[in-house]
């Protein structure tokens, strides 16, 4: 039986509802994706399980700026970094 007092959220590149401590939420700072893995930066959050499969499925199907509400093009580079594990 799920914790009840663990927040769920859906992700937005594969559409699927886990609870927040499986995702990442991703806020835009400075025309750009940053991760949020504290879940701590102002602003409105999407969130993301970190893989590259769910990555790529969010940017083809135009899933961040949509959750995101932005109309600005959004850069996912710090994003790709630390989901294909470049960086931190």
Known sequence: M???SIP???CVGCRRRAPVTELLRVV???GGLTPDPRR???GRGASLHPTAECLQAAV???AFPR???SSATLETGALE???SGRST
Do not use: F, K, N
Request: no cysteine.
């Open 2 to 4: 799920a914790d009840p």
């Open 8 to 10: 769920v959220r859906t």
């Open 28 to 30: 835009v700072r400075g």
């Open 40 to 42: 701590r930066l102002p």
């Open 60 to 62: 083809r199907r135009r």
């Open 67 to 69: 959750a995101l509400r």
């Open 81 to 83: 970094e630390l989901v």
